[in-house]
């Protein structure tokens, strides 16, 4: 596979439950290149503390699990290259801007955009 985008639902996937998404894994694993925006890091972390603060994660674990989150991503794409177009975006589709950096990545860098969010998913497939 090509250069994919990993955006937070789907690596939020992977490190909480490996077994039962193990497609997200294989599409990882296969890519030849593993891109986040930057954002994905302040993303994944508030994911996991929600979390840990409804008792489904001990701080170890939700620790844990950041890193391995982190370890997905092969190359990290600076927030601050995507938010023109990103901005313009999100102001056209009516769509939240952490959302367009995503998409804005996967257009900029002809990757794939590895999500579980269906509507961001529904979204790239039209502004590519």
């Known amino acids: 596979m090509d250069s994919v985008v ?3 639902s789907a690596a939020l996937r992977a490190v909480l439950s490996p077994a039962d998404h193990s497609s ?8 030849s290149d593993v ?8 993303e994944t972390a508030n994911a996991l503390w929600k979390y840990e603060r409804a008792g489904r ?9 950041h890193a391995e989150a982190l370890a997905l991503v092969s190359l990290w794409i600076p927030d601050t290259s995507l938010f023109p177009e990103a901005l313009s975006l999100a102001a056209k589709l009516g ?12 257009r900029r860098f002809d990757a794939q955009l590895l999500t579980a ?12």
């Open 35 to 42: 891109m986040a925006p930057q954002l994905f890091a302040a």
């Open 24 to 31: 997200v894994l294989a599409a990882i694993e296969s890519a």
């Open 95 to 106: 769509h939240p801007v952490y959302d367009c950096l995503y998409l804005i990545a996967a």
């Open 117 to 128: 969010d269906r509507r961001l998913e529904t979204l790239f497939a039209e502004i590519i």
């Open 6 to 8: 990993l955006d937070a």
């Open 57 to 65: 994660l001990d701080g170890k674990q939700m620790r844990q699990r």
